[in-house]
């Protein structure tokens, strides 16, 4: 199976990065004012050292999940479908029949643009989402997959899905 360019650790790491400051600052926020006002009378003396604690711990789980999720990201392009294998706590496998793809995007974020990277999005007939992204590859990588899955789910036209 083909892995994913080793760039897309830092997207995800900075995005890791920035989501758990911003939970941390909520949290570290609302126990500076719940200390600072009257609202909750006796305010644990800890609630502010442990609102700190907290957020400190979330930023690092979320990092290490962040550097983890390289490790466990997969895709192959088979001879009948597209084949992902993803998760760090929960692995997760999914198969994408070629009959069932609508079309194939690629699409390529700020920081994505930044690292050099880009995201190929297929979309798939389905009611649950019903679309699968494959990040972290290069531009010149992404236009190739786009390009060959468009061709396999021309190609597979009239096939019964399942």
């Known amino acids: 199976m083909e892995r994913l360019n080793p760039r897309v650790r830092a997207v995800w790491l900075i995005v890791a990065l920035f989501r758990a400051s911003l939970a941390g600052g909520f949290l570290v926020g609302g126990a500076l004012l719940l200390s600072v006002t009257d609202f909750w009378a006796n305010t644990p003396d800890l609630l502010v050292p442990g609102a700190i604690a907290l957020a400190v711990a979330v930023g690092i789980v979320r990092l290490v999940v962040a550097w983890l999720r390289y490790s466990v990201w997969r895709f192959e392009v088979e001879g009948d479908g597209l084949f992902i294998e993803r998760g760090v706590f929960t692995r997760i496998k999914t198969v994408v029949p070629y009959v069932r793809v609508q079309h194939v995007d ?57």
């Open 106 to 162: 690629s699409r390529r974020s700020p920081l994505e643009r930044t690292t050099g990277l880009s995201t190929v999005v297929v979309y798939t007939a389905g009611s649950r989402s019903a679309d699968v992204a494959i990040p972290g590859l290069t531009p010149a990588r992404a236009e190739k997959l786009r390009e060959e899955l468009r061709r396999l789910a021309i190609e597979s036209e009239g096939e019964d899905a399942v």
